[in-house]
T-cell receptor, first 112, second 112 residues
Framework: QQQVKQSPQSLIVQKGGIPIINCAYENTAFDYFPWYQQFPGKGPALLIAIRPDVSEKKEGRFTISFNKSAKQFSLHIMDSQPGDSATYFCAASEPSGYALNFGKGTSLLVTP | DTGVSQNPRHKITKRGQNVTFRCDPISEHNRLYWYRQTLGQGPEFLTYFQNEAQLEKSRLLSDRFSAERPKGSFSTLEIQRTEQGDSAMYLC??????????FGPGTRLTVT
């Protein structure tokens, strides 16, 4: 079964808006939570990742918020641009650190 | 380009034929992973190597699938007696000890 649940399935925002993508998990053994960006015909590209010892991490325009008690984490894209239009995947893995468990993805469209 | 490379990028084959894909990881990355991605879904873990040892295989990896990583460098994924359900994007990723996995561009397989 899907170990990481991602929402929404698709999202449309205007340029400059702040799209928010949410993920939830059940496995409390997960300790690594990355986000990937994927353009059509390309492989996923690692954007940003977080571990449960912090509640927020920022890298450029991308921010992860993490709520350990709720077992939820989210990606915020500040000042979104049309070039950010892509599919975004959240994932999670256990300390053994091999298999990434991916969400189903969110298709983001940023309109000019 | 020092990223993960995969060949071929596209493969069309007839049902029942065997196919082999190659992955060249980022140099000095000792961990190598194979995933499968179908349309509208996130990548699903298939198998994992640390150096030349295959340490984990998903239940998705049927007996028709075999992967090798001779000498701990490049890896090959072979599918025997292909079925239409094998049509997917096959992704390779690599990492150095930790969790950060970097993906290649993938091999798109179409089984007719």
């Amino acid at each position: 079964q899907q170990q990481v649940k991602q929402s929404p399935q698709s999202l449309i925002v205007q340029k400059g808006g702040i799209p928010i993508i949410n993920c939830a998990y059940e496995n409390t053994a997960f300790d690594y939570f990355p986000w990937y960006q994927q353009f059509p015909g390309k492989g996923p590209a690692l954007l940003i990742a977080i571990r449960p010892d912090v509640s927020e991490k920022k890298e450029g325009r991308f921010t992860i918020s993490f709520n350990k008690s709720a077992k939820q984490f989210s990606l915020h894209i500040m000042d979104s641009q049309p070039g950010d239009s892509a599919t975004y995947f959240c994932a999670a893995s256990e300390p053994s650190g091999y298999a990434l468990n991916f969400g189903k993805g969110t298709s983001l469209l940023v309109t000019p | 380009d020092t990223g993960v490379s995969q060949n071929p990028r596209h493969k069309i084959t007839k049902r029942g034929q065997n196919v082999t894909f190659r992955c060249d990881p980022i140099s000095e990355h000792n961990r190598l992973y194979w995933y499968r991605q179908t349309l509208g879904q996130g990548p699903e873990f298939l198998t994992y190597f640390q150096n030349e040892a295959q340490l984990e295989k998903s239940r998705l990896l049927s007996d028709r699938f075999s992967a090798e990583r001779p000498k701990g460098s490049f890896s090959t994924l072979e599918i025997q007696r292909t079925e239409q359900g094998d049509s997917a994007m096959y992704l390779c990723a690599s990492s150095f000890l930790g969790n950060e996995q970097y993906f290649g561009p993938g091999t798109r397989l179409t089984v007719t």
